[in-house]
C-alpha cells in the first residue's frame, strides 16, 4: 500500500525541505469558454432534475475562466495545465 503513495509522500518531503521543483507542464492552445461550458453543464443529469443546480451568480464561472488566464506584466501566472500553484507577486 505504501508504494501507491510513495509520490505523494515524495512530493510532501520534497515540499518540507524546500527542494520541491516546479514542474515543467504541457502548454496548451485552447482555450476554455464560457460557452462551452455552460454548454457541458447543460448536459449534466443533474441540470435536468433540479431547478438550482449550476444557477451562475454573478458571472461567478465566467469570473473563474478568466482567472486561468490572468497574466502579470505580459506574462501568464498560471504556465501549464498542470501548474496549480500561482505565482505571487508583491507590489512595492
Do not use: W
Not at 461567478?60 to 501568464?76: A, P, R, V
Amino acid at each position: 500500500m505504501l508504494q501507491k503513495y510513495t509520490k505523494s509522500l515524495d512530493l510532501l518531503d520534497d515540499y518540507d525541505h524546500k527542494t520541491l521543483t516546479k514542474p515543467k507542464g504541457n502548454i496548451s492552445n485552447e482555450k476554455i469558454t464560457y460557452k462551452s461550458c455552460i454548454d457541458i453543464i447543460k448536459t449534466l443529469k443533474f441540470h435536468e432534475k433540479s431547478d438550482i443546480f449550476a444557477i451562475e451568480r454573478d458571472k461567478g464561472l465566467e469570473s473563474i475562466i478568466h482567472n486561468i488566464y490572468q497574466t502579470f506584466d505580459g506574462k501568464d501566472v498560471y504556465e501549464s495545465v498542470e501548474e496549480n500553484q500561482p505565482t505571487f507577486y508583491i507590489l512595492v
